[in-house]
């Protein structure tokens, strides 16, 4: 058990529809950071939080998007959904900015229909 | 970019077979290198991590080593179980102020046969 807690697990969801990911990072990690794993594109970063602000940005669609709460966890909101955003999207944080081990939960299955 | 760059699998081994899956790596500065590990159904686990050259991760038996002058982290077990079949990712982290992103290899899966 990493200590990073995704939920939910597995999502269904119809297309042109919207969810929303949530993450709680480890017990005092202040980053957080979005991954998306799919079997065309493997894994791809998608977004990094530290300590409620933005710091980098990887290969995110314009129709998702994310934010970090004051209590440190995290949402990716996915909105007008398609097909081809059926993938694994894994939550992961560390405690620092950079320099430091990055720790991955379970992942949440997301299935567009 | 940075990029890393895994041999494509499967890789199919008989238990206590020597195990090697090697990793090559693309990067401006000087990179920290990991291992993870996904099993079946599950998320993504830190196997090992070197963060400067010549340093050698090492868990479960495992080992990878950071070689500078061939940009490789390659991943080896002398014995292999069956328990070790799952997926494999290298990964860099550039450890640059303005974060701290994986980029990932694309997954090498590893079945052992008892």
């Known amino acids: 058990d990493s200590g990073v807690t995704q939920t939910p697990k597995h999502l269904i969801t119809a297309t042109g529809q919207r969810v929303t990911l949530r993450c709680s990072p480890r017990?005092?990690?202040?980053?957080v950071y979005w991954y998306q794993q799919s079997l065309d594109q493997g894994l791809q970063f998608l977004i990094q939080y530290y300590n409620g602000e933005e710091r980098a940005k990887g290969n995110i669609l314009e129709r998702f998007s994310a934010q970090q709460f004051p209590d440190l966890h995290s949402e990716l909101n996915l909105s007008s959904l398609e097909l081809g955003d059926s993938a694994l999207y894994f939550c992961a944080s560390s405690v620092a900015l950079s320099g430091n081990t990055i720790y991955f939960g379970e992942g949440s299955w997301l299935t567009v229909v | 970019g940075d990029s890393v760059t895994q041999m494509e699998g499967p890789v199919t081994l008989s238990e206590e077979a020597f195990l090697t899956i090697n990793c090559t790596y693309t990067?401006?500065?000087?990179?920290?290198l990991f291992w993870y590990v996904q099993y079946p159904g599950e998320g993504l686990q830190l196997l090992l991590k070197a963060t400067k050259a010549d340093d050698k991760g090492s868990n479960k038996g495992f080992e990878a080593t950071y070689r500078k002058e061939t940009t490789s982290f390659h991943l080896e077990k002398g014995s292999v179980q069956v328990s070790d079949s799952a997926v494999y990712f290298c990964?860099?982290?550039?450890?640059?102020?303005?974060?701290?992103?994986?980029?990932f290899g694309g997954g090498t899966r590893l079945m052992v046969k008892p």
């Open positions: 990964a860099l982290s550039d450890n640059g102020n303005a974060g701290n992103m994986l980029t």
């Open positions: 990067a401006t500065g000087y990179p920290s």
């Open positions: 017990s005092g990690d202040l980053s």
